[in-house]
């Protein structure tokens, strides 16, 4: 069974910028997933943000597109989110699905990393 957890959460200021990381255990799953970043304010919905095809195409929430970027490592088994300009509404437990809208594999979640944007 795949594991996923992911990294780089913390503390953030408003404007500022921070880096995710999610680590996948099979390379073989890996390679041939989507890969998604999800995030979970307080009282929310889970609402999906990001996403990176098995091809390295990406697409992005309108919420973020322009500001965050989603790219993977398939080498490293690893999908990045770079976050740029946060604001206090990007406060939330942030999560890397794979195959969060169908695939081969079966969908699978990380328990999360959770974000902080406040000054």
């Known amino acids: 069974q795949v594991q996923l957890v992911e990294f780089g959460g913390g503390l953030v200021q408003p404007g500022g910028s921070l880096m995710l990381w999610c680590e996948v255990s099979l390379g073989g799953v890996f390679s041939i997933s989507d890969m998604g970043w999800a995030r979970q304010a307080p009282g929310k919905e889970r609402e999906l943000i990001a996403l990176?095809?098995?091809?390295?195409?990406?697409t992005y929430a309108d919420s973020v597109k322009g500001r965050f970027t989603i790219f993977r490592k398939n080498f490293e088994n690893t999908v990045y989110l770079r976050m740029n300009d946060l604001t206090p509404d990007g406060t939330a437990v942030y999560f890397c699905?794979?195959?969060?809208?169908?695939?081969?594999?079966?969908?699978?979640w990380g328990p999360g990393t959770p974000v902080t944007v406040s000054s």
């Open positions: 699905p794979l195959n969060p809208t169908g695939g081969i594999a079966p969908n699978s």
């Open positions: 990176i095809s098995s091809k390295n195409e990406p």
